[in-house]
């Protein structure tokens, strides 16, 4: 068949260069220098499994039931509130989940305002006056997963509702079906799918989490890859551990893709009678406006006022040395990474779009691999083989002219971007596929007939088409850039602070004050990610 041409060749390089830091992975994890498998089997790992699980299922259930009911009430009811709260329900999205954590503890904790409140109010002396529950535990972790993570799931379901035919609905309230019938009966089974998806990606974000995990001092598989790396120095054990992230994460997305291919649901009319929302009124409204309110205070209204109060008390903080230079390096690496990222997805879309071979075509799919790798795996896939090539770059280069370069790729920012780019190729890979499909073929057709190389199609006729979806693409891969935090942390170089980072080092240090300004940074890129949503799910 010959050689492949330059835009399938390019295509493979990119595929191969994402899915790299996988292989990684499981090579080292299956020939490590020391092998501690036995050890972990018969100490830590079941306690990582078992703690891995437990928040894993129960954030799944809570968030689940939260944004399923939230995206009922505002799909089929109209009550006081509800076309804000159909947006604002959106909002936690753009608070980072270890943002929630820092500030859930600093609001309930023995000095804080909540506690501080109790005691003033009935004369109580000390802790030993009364009781109050554990603010650092595992269901502390949940809740503010949860919190953080249960948009997804609403998302999903309510526009599930939405699509769903009116007249089916109709037809349950003829047959007396009351409102809790049609949501179970009927809404519930229709909407399964859409639930499933959105659970199965609060598990994997659950499953990736370490900030929370890491604060509230659980133990969970993110964490001991840290602890086994880090503390105990033994790269071949975090490997290990990163293997079992991997399996447990594809385990999930196999159980969520087997889950919908199993439900078969179509719909009877092409031009079906939407669902007519039914207007509440009394007491029963303002109990929905108030269910509605619970998640948007618990995870945006709370960590948001917690943060911004210390953000204002500390107004000197906004002008410390250590903000300005995390600021630089966030847009520097999360900039660059964001282009990087969308420009190669791009390539690599258009160039399997350009050819007819089956393996460019087949690295399309297994190239978004890298969205369901946790930071912290990435961190042991890059790392390790980036460090033996540093080295022997540096050893070669000293050999030939006698000047020590240094490192190279691990001691620049070259690691972080390159776990960016991986982590969020997904992410651009989406919006380029579907972009170019929006295009018609005939008028790239009509450019290659007048012409144009395929490079010159792509520069004149396809960017030109889908150049909003390109700069969506853009701002969405930066913002989750912003938040990533376990990558970060492994792949930085020494000094080298982003604004995720400072905040997880000052609030490691109970500095809540001079974490805030970063914080409150974090939170307003966020945001600019969830406007950009609530837009295109209108």
Not at 261 to 283: C, D, E, N
Not at 284 to 297: D, E, K, N
Not at 302 to 326: C, K, R, S, Y
Not at 474 to 498: G, Q
Request: hydrophobic share 55%.
């Amino acid at each position: 068949m010959g050689l492949p041409g330059p835009w399938s060749a390019g295509a493979l390089v990119i595929g191969a260069a994402v899915v790299l830091p996988i292989l990684a992975v499981v090579w080292i994890a299956l020939t490590p220098v020391e092998n501690v498998w036995p050890h972990l089997i018969e100490t830590t790992l079941p306690r990582y499994l078992g703690n891995t699980a437990v928040i894993a299922g129960s954030v799944a259930l809570l968030a689940a039931m939260v944004g399923t009911g939230a995206g009922w009430l505002v799909a089929m009811y109209r009550f006081p509130g509800s076309r804000w709260l159909e947006w604002l329900l959106l909002f936690p999205l753009a608070i980072p989940a270890y943002v929630g954590a820092y500030a859930l503890v600093d609001f309930l904790e023995y000095s804080g305002p909540v506690q501080t409140g109790l005691r003033g109010l009935f004369g109580w002396d000390s802790a030993q006056d009364y009781w109050f529950p554990q603010i650092r535990s595992r269901w502390a972790a949940v809740v503010v997963l949860a919190a953080a993570l249960s948009p997804y799931v609403y998302l999903l379901a309510r526009t599930a509702f939405r699509e769903q035919s009116g007249g089916i609905y109709e037809v349950a309230r003829a047959l007396g079906a009351g409102p809790f019938a049609r949501f179970w009966r009927v809404g519930l089974p229709l909407a399964r799918p859409a639930i499933a998806a959105g659970s199965a990606i609060v598990m994997m974000e659950t499953v990736s989490d370490f900030g929370v995990v890491d604060f509230f001092a659980v133990q969970t598989l993110t964490t001991g890859i840290f602890t086994t790396w880090l503390e105990m120095g033994n790269a071949g054990g975090a490997a290990q551990i990163s293997l079992v992230i991997l399996a447990v994460v594809l385990a999930l997305v196999g159980i969520e893709k087997a889950s919908r291919s199993k439900s078969r649901f179509y719909q009877a009319a092409r031009h079906q009678r939407p669902v007519m929302p039914i207007r509440l009124t009394g007491p029963v409204a303002w109990i929905a406006t108030a269910l509605c309110l619970v998640p948007f205070a618990v995870g945006f209204v709370l960590p948001v006022g917690v943060i911004f109060a210390h953000a204002v008390a500390n107004a000197e903080g906004w002008l410390a040395p250590g903000l300005v230079g995390a600021l630089i390096n966030t847009l520097t690496v999360g900039g660059i990474a964001a282009v990087v990222t969308v420009a190669a997805a791009l390539f690599l879309v258009y160039g399997v779009k350009l050819t007819s071979r089956k393996l460019p075509k087949r690295v399309l799919p297994i190239s978004t691999i890298g969205y369901a790798a946790p930071g912290a795996v990435l961190g042991v896939g890059i790392l390790i083989p980036l460090a033996a090539l540093d080295n022997t770059l540096a050893d070669g280069v000293l050999a030939l002219t006698g000047w020590d370069p240094g490192l190279i790729l691990t001691g620049t920012a070259f690691a972080v971007i390159y776990a960016y780019v991986v982590r969020f190729f997904a992410i651009a890979q989406g919006a380029a596929d579907a972009a170019l499909d929006r295009v018609s073929p005939s008028l790239p057709m009509a450019a290659r007939s007048l012409g144009r190389s395929a490079g010159g199609a792509l520069r004149s006729v396809y960017l030109p088409l889908i150049r909003g979806s390109v700069g969506t693409a853009l701002l969405l891969v930066f913002v989750d850039c912003v938040k990533e935090l376990p990558a970060t942390l492994l792949l930085r170089p020494f000094n080298y602070n982003t604004l995720s980072t400072r905040v997880y080092e000052k609030a490691s240090l109970e500095q809540i004050g001079e974490a805030a300004p970063a914080a409150m940074l974090v939170i307003l890129v966020g945001l600019a990610a969830v406007a950009l949503m609530a837009r295109a799910s209108r």
